[in-house]
């Protein structure tokens, strides 16, 4: 017997015929003993829905209010659930945020999970119930509803799964675990068994969408082993596990790219200190995220710099680069936003040499240019142009043999 958090995302619980289904492999569970905690988003697209509401009263909503307003979603996904468990002749019994509680800081929609009151729960759950409790929602210290941020369920159910020491966290979703790649794009892609935390925040930062970044966080901060899986298939995930020695004999566990970049370039920049302050400075108090840097050096007191933006940012980081350039005297501004970045990512690369210049040596092959570079321990990241984007993580899943169950 053992305490299992489950989360269904939206998709799951779309609909009435929905949520009576995932009753149904929720008492599956039950029935074999287990003490199951379910925690469920909005039914998919209902926050999107609520959020245009707020925003058809006023241009900037009030955060405080938004929060009243988008942590009802779940209200309605839990309360139908508890009664889909009651139809089928067991117990259940679903809790808001502030009922659990689940303590947060007061960042309305951005909002941390600080604590969680786990007694009311437990004593559900030795009463034989199903504890269902709407995610993405808490309550902060002076009684006020605050939300998580987007996808912010994922973090809910680690955060409960942490706080009761469940035996297991599974993400039910409308795929069937984290892919070698997107099998969109490349037919071979095949779904990985388990991955470690760190390669799963790495996939997560590089745009993979299946499981929320910082839930992948809390769930290695606390241990807590996540299985990502289908909702409308029996057949297992993905685990995200700890590291073993198992996944270090992979070179690489995943290739991921992101076409939603932006590059901009200074070029003939006074080679002086306090250069890279004064360009980047005035970007992110305008609250753009940079990414990646690069500094050329060139022959005389000269420099140029290279960095990228989210796509989003793209023109508003282009009009203060320009003013910036004018002030510190740089002789150009050049930009493309006709990028992609195509990343390798395993644990493997802490120990193995070589791997990188596979990569280059893949793109070359290909004739395909990289215009920027970047690494971590476990990363190599490639900028080229968004149009090969395709073609190169199709190469670079054939070179790694990710295709391939059998070699390490
Ligand atoms: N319903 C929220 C959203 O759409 C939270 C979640 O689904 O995780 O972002
Ligand atoms: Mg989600």
């Keep these: 017997m053992a305490v299992i958090v489950q989360k269904y995302g939206g998709t799951s619980v779309s609909n009435p015929e929905k949520i009576k289904a995932v009753a149904e492999r929720v008492l599956g569970y039950s029935r074999q003993g287990h003490d199951m905690v379910v925690v469920l988003s909005a039914m998919s697209g209902e926050t999107d829905r609520l959020i245009s509401l707020a925003n058809s009263m006023q241009d900037q909503p009030d955060t405080r209010e938004m929060d009243v307003l988008i942590s009802t979603g779940e209200q309605v996904t839990i309360s139908l659930f508890a009664m889909a468990v009651k139809a089928a002749g067991f117990d259940a019994i679903s809790f808001l945020g502030d009922q659990v509680k689940i303590h947060t800081s007061s960042l309305h929609t951005k909002a941390r999970i600080e604590a969680i009151d786990t007694e009311k729960i437990k004593s559900h759950l030795k009463q034989g119930k199903i504890v269902v409790v709407a995610g993405f929602q808490g309550v902060d210290e002076t009684g006020d509803i605050t939300t998580l941020g987007r996808g912010g369920s994922d973090t809910t159910a680690v955060a409960l799964a942490a706080a009761l020491k469940a035996d297991q966290c599974e993400i039910f979703t409308d795929v069937e675990g984290v892919y070698t790649t997107d099998p969109n794009i490349c037919s071979s892609a095949r779904k990985i068994e388990r991955i470690s935390y760190d390669e799963m925040l790495e996939l997560a930062s590089l745009g993979a969408k299946v499981l929320d970044i910082r839930s992948v966080g809390l769930a290695k901060r606390y241990k807590v082993p996540l299985h990502v899986r289908s909702t409308f298939v029996a057949t297992e995930g993905t685990w995200v596990v700890e590291e073993d020695k198992e996944m270090e004999s992979m070179l690489v566990s995943g290739v991921t790219y992101n076409k939603n970049e932006a590059r901009l370039t200074i070029s003939r920049v006074p080679d002086k200190p306090g250069i890279a302050s004064k360009i980047f400075m005035p970007i992110s108090d305008a609250g753009i995220v940079i990414d990646m840097i690069i500094q050329n ?112």
Excluded: Q
Aim: glycine share 6%; hydrophobic share 45%; proline share 2%.
């Design 297 to 408: 050096t060139r022959a005389g007191d000269l420099t140029d710099m290279t960095f990228t933006v989210p796509r989003t940012d793209y023109k508003k980081a282009l009009e203060i680069l320009r003013k910036v350039a004018v002030d510190i005297g740089a002789e150009d501004v050049s930009s493309a936003d006709n990028i992609a970045k195509v990343s390798i990512v395993g644990v493997g690369m802490r120990n193995h040499s070589g791997i990188a210049s596979t990569m280059f040596h893949v793109l070359a092959n290909e004739g395909i240019n990289i215009m920027m570079i970047s690494t971590s321990e476990i990363k190599v990241s490639c900028v080229i142009e968004e149009k090969y984007t395709e073609l190169a993580v199709r190469a670079l899943h054939d070179a790694f043999a990710l295709d391939n169950k059998d070699i390490p």
